[in-house]
């Protein structure tokens, strides 16, 4: 679990953050115990903030692959996909906005991706320095093919945002508090970024920490204006 820590004198981004809207909520089947269905304003900003790129990449919004499992609640899966115009590279950025936290755990990297036939090979801390601020964001190396099928390799950098201003660096790290009956429909966002793995790790993250620093400062001043419900 980590805290926003300022980050001082951080290198101008490379890639211009624009506003963009996301993709409706999708029902789920809600428990007998669960308060009464409504967004939360704080998920909404969050996917207003997502950014499109200009400055040598060209993006689109692109379908989400389904959940590992149906949700618990109502769910808003927010996914694009950027390629650099020169190396051909493309990456995902998906943000999974969940009323009910305990649904964030159908989307955690190793459940959800291995859903999709990838194998992990690896799991590992990841710091991404942004404007926002320091990031424990946590890397998956991952791995599909062989058997007659072409072999893929993948990196995804990963990490959680709760609406009181605090990070996480994958679902295991939420506490019992985070999940009580008195927390778990505060929502929360599970932010995910998948690389090709032979983009080099210093500059994966770079990209990472540059395409997640409007949502988190939304998240932050969110917290400041007591805005977060």
């Not at 990841?126 to 791995?143: I, N, P």
């Not at 997640?212 to 969110?222: K, M, R, S, V």
Request: net charge positive.
């Amino acid at each position: 679990m980590s805290r926003l820590k300022p980050v001082r004198n951080v290198a101008a981004p490379f890639l211009t953050l624009l506003v963009l809207g996301g993709i409706g909520w999708q029902q789920g089947a809600w428990p007998s115990r669960q308060p009464a269905a409504q967004s939360r304003p704080w998920l909404d900003q969050l996917a207003q903030a997502i950014p499109l790129t200009q400055q040598g990449w060209v993006s689109r919004e692109v379908a989400p692959l389904p959940a590992a499992a149906p949700p618990l609640g109502r769910l808003r899966v927010v996914c694009r996909e950027y390629q650099h115009i020169d190396s051909g590279w493309r990456l995902t950025l998906t943000m999974v906005l969940a009323q009910d936290r305990l649904d964030l755990a159908s989307y955690d990297p190793p459940r959800w991706y291995a859903s999709q036939g990838w194998k992990q090979a690896s799991a590992a801390p990841a710091r991404l320095q942004s404007k926002a601020g320091t990031v424990l964001a946590r890397e998956y190396e991952l791995a599909r093919g062989g058997a007659g099928q072409p072999m893929e390799e993948a990196v995804v950098i990963g990490f959680i945002v709760l609406p009181d201003n605090k990070l996480l660096s994958c679902v295991g790290d939420m506490s019992r508090a985070d999940q009580s009956p008195a927390n778990r429909w505060r929502g929360a966002a599970m932010v995910q970024l998948m690389f090709p793995a032979r983009v080099p790790p210093h500059l994966r993250r770079q990209i990472a920490a540059t395409l997640t620093a409007a949502p988190i400062l939304t998240i932050q001043e969110g917290v400041r204006s007591g805005d977060q419900s």
